[in-house]
């Protein structure tokens, strides 16, 4: 099955800093590579998707670059603020599957 | 904006007990899936769920847990038989169809065996 590998586990930027969380994947049949944002005590919340057919996509300060020959995609969050403090989850979807294989997760602090 | 909503938020049984875990979906969304996540560890898929029929199950979602849309709204995970293992946080979501834009998670059930 899907493995997903995520690094690093950690995270702690100054605010303002730009922070950069990076994770492959095994399956080459992988066709889309959500991530997850989660706050203590709730639910992952969406906050970027890429597709297999797209190399990067924006949205305000936040950036997912997809790399299919080496099988890995990466999150850029710019100029942080204390309220991205939070555990990031990427995640790979099976191109016909239905099932979301994670990563296991960073944790962002902004200070 | 449209949430998945998840019933109770803290569940404690004793080992051995059944347990029902209740999510209402988005009302147009057509896929439900429950996925756990172990104190600590990533978040995990069991099952997806369409047209009233599993579509996909994990190694994990064995014989005893079930799944069911007994009406138009609600969607449930039953355990039938909790064991200590079984303690985590478990999530309810729904997508619009497959390979839709994201999953749309609920906020968990935590569920601790004793």
């Known amino acids: 099955g899907e493995n997903v590998e995520q690094h690093p586990s950690t995270l702690s930027v100054q605010e303002g800093d730009s922070a950069v969380i990076k994770c492959t994947y095994s399956?080459?049949?992988?066709?889309?590579f959500p991530w997850y944002k989660q706050e203590l005590g709730k639910g992952p919340q969406l906050i970027i998707d890429?597709?297999?057919?797209?190399g990067e996509k924006k949205d305000q300060r936040i950036a997912v670059t997809l790399n299919k020959t080496a099988k890995h995609f990466s999150l850029h969050i710019t100029e942080t603020q204390p309220e991205d403090s939070a555990v990031y989850f990427c995640?790979?979807?099976?191109?016909?599957?239905?099932?979301?294989?994670f990563g296991k997760g960073t944790s962002l602090l902004v200070t | 904006e449209p949430e998945v909503t998840q019933t109770p938020s803290h569940q404690v049984t004793q080992m051995g007990q059944e347990v029902i875990l209740r999510c209402v979906p988005i009302?147009?969304?057509?896929?439900f899936y429950w996925y756990r996540q172990i104190l600590g560890q990533k978040v995990e898929f069991l099952v997806s769920?369409?047209?009233?029929?599993?579509?996909?199950k994990s190694e994990i979602f064995d014989d005893q847990f079930s799944v069911e849309r007994p009406d138009g709204s609600n969607f449930t995970l039953k355990l039938w038989s909790t064991k200590l293992e079984d303690s985590a946080m478990y999530f309810c979501?729904?997508?619009?169809?497959?390979?839709?834009?994201?999953?749309?998670f609920g906020s968990g059930t935590r569920l601790t065996v004793v």
């Open positions: 979501a729904s997508s619009e169809r497959l390979g839709a834009q994201g999953y749309t």
């Open positions: 399956d080459s049949a992988s066709n889309y």
């Open positions: 890429i597709r297999s057919n797209v």
């Open positions: 995640a790979a979807k099976f191109h016909s599957g239905y099932a979301l294989n």
């Open positions: 009302s147009n969304h057509l896929y």
């Open positions: 769920f369409y047209n009233n029929e599993i579509s996909e």
